[in-house]
């Protein structure tokens, strides 16, 4: 479907088309007054006030709505440009809510990361009841959400009291790209372990190396570590002998490893996981580790490309809580092709028998450069309706088994405008995923596809680096790009301390 907006300028024109995805599915969003199937017009008044009026074949009277910008909201109020974008926004969800019938549960939130907002309107000094009057009355977000968003800063704050300082500090994330094959949906640096992307053995020397330099420069001035965490791919997908080598390199560069307050290696594919490679988490003190069912469905797996079973799955999670791993995390996805609610309903029956310790509850999202997304009519997916009450499931689910939500994010293209959501039972809360998602301390990407994010300490200012995605590239370059990182650490903790 065609949209023409009449009345704004381009500048504009991310933020309208970001929202009209909220609405139809892949909009064309025409600019200025033009021949399409919806047009919504603006008409800009003065103080901050503007009028919004829609038309379509299937209304008698156009729709009309006017707003302007609330005398009583006290959050982040300098910059005028930034309030007439809030009241604009606020204008087209409200036409378009009107029109569609579709109430949108995140009102005008189309960004990543809703918990960091409500975070920022904390430290600015608003109380509970201004927060939630500047979420639900000027950003539109409903009740329901207003309290997830609620109960998940309350259980951040509560296992990081400090997370408003930890930008003194840093946490790790190593990037290894191996998998045993890859899934349709899968857009992470994964290469089949025996493909031809470049050794695994370079690989791991140029890892080592970085994991040395890094090491040796957080040591020389004294940054604590918050967390490490091993993902990719899949990290259990090297031998037993690489992964125990690997922390080795890790204990012996890193400053004090036992201050380090969570070390989590994902195991997401069962097939990777071993009695031997358990062992060697066990000797290194892992103290969370994630196994990835996805679904309990052996058809849907094969039609994703996973390439294990559900009862391998089942077996490995039994064999590696057999082995003393205590803290255990399980992804679940929502909406994967041929799903319903009915498989959602199994898919929570089998994690009820395992019980894991966290619950990560993803809702399917087409990125552009997957498999499935390039063959998206192949797939047949659940409806929006579907997708809101498998979610309702998931969330009564962990209610009933007494988990709580302690992060959120959510991504575009995600169906039915959902969210993912990471549930824990009390004190198993993953803390690199609460630093990851806040964006409160700087996370030193190490391997391959990792991305370094740059926390300025006391600004909260962001910019990243991004190692090279590919084996054989990073096999030839690991060392120009740990030189740059370690420069930009200079310049970031330098600035700190003036
Ligand atoms: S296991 Fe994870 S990283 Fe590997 S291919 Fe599948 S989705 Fe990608």
């Known amino acids: ?41 603006f008409e800009l008044l003065s103080n901050l006030k503007a009028r919004a009026s829609l038309r379509h074949a299937s209304l008698e009277q156009p729709l009309t709505t006017l707003f302007s910008y609330p005398e009583w909201s006290m959050f982040d109020r300098a910059d005028e440009q930034k309030l007439m974008k809030r009241v604009l926004n606020y204008l087209f969800v409200d036409v378009m809510e009107q029109w569609s019938g579709l109430k949108q549960p995140w009102g005008v939130l189309t960004g990543v990361r809703p918990t960091k907002l409500m975070h920022q309107m904390r430290r600015a000094g608003l109380n509970r ?48 790209p191996f998998c045993p094959t890859k899934c349709a949906y899968c857009t992470f640096p994964a290469y089949a372990i025996n493909g031809k992307n470049g050794s695994v053995e370079a690989f791991l020397a140029g890892l080592h190396y970085e994991i040395e330099a890094t090491g040796k420069w957080l040591t020389d001035h004294q940054i604590p570590v918050t967390t490490v965490y091993f993902g990719g791919g899949t990290p259990t997908s090297i031998t037993a002998e690489q992964m125990d080598a690997l922390y080795e390199t890790l204990y012996d560069s890193f400053p004090a490893m036992n201050q380090v307050r969570e070390l989590t290696v994902e195991a997401g594919r069962p097939d990777t996981i071993t009695p031997e490679k358990i062992e060697v988490l066990k000797k290194w003190n892992v103290d969370r580790i994630s196994i990835n069912p996805q679904s309990f469905e052996n058809e849907t797996l094969q039609a994703i490309g996973r390439h294990h079973s559900v009862e391998e799955t089942i077996e490995k999670y039994k064999m590696a809580r057999d082995l003393g791993m205590e803290n255990i995390n399980m992804d679940l996805i929502i909406g994967l092709p041929g799903e319903g609610p009915k498989e959602m309903a199994r898919s929570l029956e089998e994690t009820e028998k395992l019980m894991p310790e966290s619950l990560t509850v993803h809702t399917l999202s087409f990125k552009r450069a997957s498999t499935m997304t390039k063959n998206r009519d192949k797939y047949k997916v659940a409806t929006r309706d579907e997708i809101a009450e498998m979610m309702a499931m998931t969330s009564s689910w962990t209610e009933d088994h007494e988990y709580a939500p302690y992060y959120l994010y959510r991504q575009k293209n995600i169906l039915g405008n959902l969210e993912n959501v990471g549930y824990a039972l009390p004190e198993k809360e993953s803390l690199y995923n609460i630093v990851i998602m806040e964006e409160v301390q700087t996370i030193i990407g190490l391997g391959c596809g990792a991305t370094s994010k740059w926390v300025e300490p006391g600004t909260g200012n962001i910019s990243r680096h991004a190692n090279p995605k590919d084996p054989r590239t990073y096999n030839e370059r690991f060392k120009q790009y740990t030189e740059e990182k370690l420069d930009k650490l200079n310049e970031l903790f330098q600035y700190a301390t003036k």
């Open 1 to 41: 479907m065609n949209v023409s907006i009449h009345g704004l300028d381009r500048h504009y024109e991310q933020q309208i088309t970001h929202l009209a995805q909220l609405f139809i599915e892949e909009p064309e969003i025409l600019w200025g007054e033009q021949e399409a199937d919806l047009h919504v017009s």
């Open 129 to 176: 009841e201004q927060i939630r009057k500047e979420l639900k009355d000027l950003y539109r977000v409903s009740e329901e959400k207003v309290g997830l968003l609620e109960r998940i800063v309350e259980r951040q704050l509560a296992v990081l009291p400090d997370l408003d300082e930890l930008d003194r500090g840093v946490s790790v994330y190593i990037g290894i």
